[in-house]
C-alpha cells in the first residue's frame, strides 16, 4: 500500500469520526440534525480535510486542532452540494449514490441543514483552544473569502450564467478557480496557517493549490465523459446532455487531457521550489488527476 | 423629536452608507452583487444595528468597526429573510413594501445571494482593525451560534414543524427566543463586546436582550393582526389565515398584550439594575412594544 493510501485510510477514519461528534454535540431540534448529518455523515472522498492534514503531516507539525480545521471545511463543502443539488439550482436526485438531501428532507429542511452547516463552521473555528487568536481570525478571514461571494458562491453565479452560453477558456477556468477551486485551495492554505509555515512556504502552496484545483476540475469534467454512474455514484455524462461548458467541450478530450498535465507540472514545480515534491503533496497531485470518481 | 427618534435618524444614514459600501466594495458577478444588494439595501427599520450602536451610546464608547459589526447583522438578517421567502419556505411574494428577492432574480440566485450575505459578515468581522483578536472572535463565535442551528436557523425548523400543530406557550416561546430572538439578542450583546462591558453589564443586556426579543415578537405577531398590509409592507392577517401557532392564537389578543407588557417589564428591570433605565435602551424598549410596523 502507498504512503497516501495508508495516510488516507488512517486520517478518514479520524475525520469520520470527528465530523459526526461535531454534529452530535450540537442542540438543535432532531429533525435539522439529522438533515445536517445526512449530507455530512455521507462519506465521499474528504478530499478538502485529508489535504490539511496532507499539508500538516508534511511541514511535520502537529496540532490537535487541524482535525477540527478540516472538518469545518467539510461542512462548507457539504452545505454546497446540499444548496446545489436543490430543484432551483441544478436539481440532482442522486448524490454519493444516495437521494440528495432535499429528496429525503423536503427543499426546506434541505436549505436549512446548508444554513446551518456553513454558519456552523465559522464558530467552530473561533472557539478552537490550540491556534492563536491571529490563527483563527486568519482562517475565519480566508474561509470567509474562498466560500463567499468572491469566492465558491461567486463560482456557482458564473456557473449558472454561463448555461446555454459558449464560454471561452478564460471564462470557463474564471467559473472553475472560483467554484472548485478556491475552497480546495483553502484547504491547502489551511494547513500552512495551521503550521505557521513561512511565507514563502505559503507562496508555493498557494501556487500548488490553484493548479490542484483546476486539475481537480479538469479531471471532473473529464470523468463525466469517461466514467460510469456507478463509479461516480452520481449520473455519468450529464455535462454533455445539458451542453455543460467543460474542458472538453471547450478544448476536446485530448485537449482536456492535455491542460489536465500542464496545471499537474506547475504544482509539482512549485512543491519542488520548497523541496515538498517527494511526498503526500505528490502523491496527492497523482490521485487527483488519475482517480476515477 | 425625542432622543431616540434623533438617535435613528442619524445613525439609520450611517448604516445605510455603510452597507452599501460594504456590498459595492465586494469583487463578484454583477447579477449576485444586484442580488445582494437588492434586499440588503431594501430599507427596513435597522432595528439590529441601530441596536448594536444604541448599547455603545450607552455605554458611552466610541468605536469606529461599531457600525461595521451592525452591518454585518444586518446581513445574516437579510440572508435569514431570503431564504424564508422561497416558495419552499414561506413562499412570500412581498417583502418591505417590495416583490421578494426570488421574485426579482429567480430562486437560484437568491439561495446564492442568501449564501453569500451569510457567508461575507464573518469575513468582515475576522479583518475588523479596532477591535482586539479576542473581542472579534467572541463576535463571530456568538454571531454564529445565535444565527446557527443553534440559534435562528434552529427557530426556523421548528416554526416549520409547528405548523398545523397546536403548541404550547412553550413551545411557541422556544421558536420565538431562536427564530427572532436569538439574533436580536446578539446584536445587544454586540454592543456590549465592543464596549469591553463588565460581566455584570453583559448579564445585565443578556436580560433585557432576551426580554426585548420575544416583546419584539409578540408585537409582531399582535401587528398582523390589528396592523394593515400597508402600515406593515407585507400581506398583513396571513397568520389567522394559514392557522399560524402566535401569542395572539395561544393566549387571545387580550392575553398577548399582557403577555408583551410583562416581558418589556422584565426587560426594564434589568436595565434599571445598571442604572441604563433612563436613556435610549429604554425608548427602545417603547419604541418596539408600541411601534406599528
Excluded: W
Excluded at 471545511?73 to 437521494?99: Q, V, W
Excluded at 480566508?142 to 463560482?155: T, W, Y
Aim: glycine residues 8%; aromatic residues 6%.
Amino acid at each position: 500500500m502507498s504512503n497516501l493510501q495508508t495516510f488516507i485510510q488512517e486520517n478518514q477514519l479520524v475525520i469520520e469520526q470527528k465530523l459526526a461528534e461535531l454534529i452530535n454535540e450540537l442542540t438543535v431540534p432532531t429533525e435539522l440534525k439529522d438533515a445536517m448529518a445526512y449530507s455530512l455523515l455521507a462519506g465521499g472522498k474528504r478530499i478538502r480535510p485529508l489535504y490539511v492534514l496532507a499539508v500538516l503531516e508534511e511541514l511535520q507539525v502537529k496540532n490537535e486542532d487541524a482535525v477540527i480545521v478540516a472538518c469545518t471545511i467539510e461542512m462548507i463543502h457539504s452545505y454546497s452540494l446540499i444548496h446545489d443539488d436543490l430543484p432551483a439550482m441544478d436539481d440532482d436526485d442522486l448524490r454519493r449514490g444516495k437521494p440528495t438531501n432535499h429528496i429525503v428532507f423536503g427543499e426546506a429542511l434541505a436549505i436549512l441543514a446548508g444554513d446551518g452547516l456553513v454558519t456552523l463552521a465559522f464558530g467552530i473555528i473561533a472557539r478552537l483552544t490550540n491556534l492563536s487568536a491571529e490563527q483563527k481570525l486568519n482562517l475565519v478571514d480566508k474561509l470567509s473569502f474562498s466560500a463567499g461571494a468572491e469566492g465558491m458562491v461567486g463560482g456557482q453565479v458564473l456557473d449558472m450564467l454561463g448555461e446555454g452560453k459558449s464560454l471561452t477558456m478564460t471564462e470557463l477556468e474564471q467559473v472553475h478557480v472560483n467554484k472548485t477551486g478556491a475552497l480546495l485551495s483553502f484547504s491547502i492554505l489551511a494547513g500552512g496557517i495551521i503550521a505557521n509555515a513561512s511565507e514563502e512556504m505559503m507562496n508555493a502552496l498557494r501556487t500548488y493549490a490553484f493548479h490542484i484545483g483546476l486539475a481537480f476540475q479538469i479531471q471532473d469534467d473529464i470523468l463525466d465523459i469517461e466514467g460510469t454512474s456507478e463509479q461516480l455514484g452520481k449520473t455519468a455524462g450529464k455535462d454533455v446532455l445539458s451542453e455543460k461548458n467543460t474542458y472538453p467541450s471547450i478544448l476536446t478530450l485530448e485537449g482536456a487531457k492535455k491542460h489536465l498535465h500542464m496545471q499537474y507540472d506547475l504544482a509539482i514545480e512549485a512543491l519542488e521550489s520548497v523541496n515538498l515534491h517527494k511526498g503526500l503533496l505528490l502523491e496527492f497531485a497523482n490521485y487527483i488527476t488519475k482517480r476515477t470518481n
